[in-house]
């Protein structure tokens, strides 16, 4: 049973997470780098994030370890920041699923997740993928899987 989501607070996917889930009110954090830096600034202290050391690569991997699993989004490939969050998902042993935002319609996305959820017992979902820069896209399509699956 999902009770919940964690994310570094960067632009894009880990923004649209979090954002899902105050909107519904569902429990989150994450680790972010210390002074919350992202590409657009300082990350805003709405977000309940822990500030902690080693930049952009320990945050990833923190919030790899702390989470049960991880909900892995992408467009065509996965590169950057989001490769190294499924090295430290295969390194540490812990489950990841692969979303290709260009492949999968929302509501296939969403029940693929609520079966991983499941099969894994996740708990705390770790939600990742590439900052806005990279991909524009994917703010909208993260936000609306993670409402939709906070929603069921």
Partial sequence: MLCKII???QTGADRA???????????YS????I???????????IYNLAEIGGGYRARTKKNVEDADG????????????TELTVAFCIKHKKPYKLIDID??????????LQKFIIDYDIE???????????????????????TLLLEK
């Fill in 7 to 9: 994310s570094g607070g």
């Fill in 17 to 27: 997470a979090l954002d899902a889930s105050i909107l519904h009110s569902f429990p």
């Fill in 30 to 33: 994450g680790s972010c780098p």
């Fill in 35 to 45: 002074g919350r830096i992202a590409e657009d600034g300082k990350i805003d202290s």
């Fill in 70 to 81: 991880t909900a892995v989004f992408y467009s065509g490939y996965v590169s950057g920041g």
């Fill in 103 to 112: 492949l999968i319609e929302h509501e296939l996305a969403t029940e693929s």
């Fill in 124 to 146: 705390i979902l770790n939600v990742a993928g590439p900052r806005h820069s990279q991909c524009p896209e994917i703010y909208n399509y993260v936000k609306s899987v993670i």
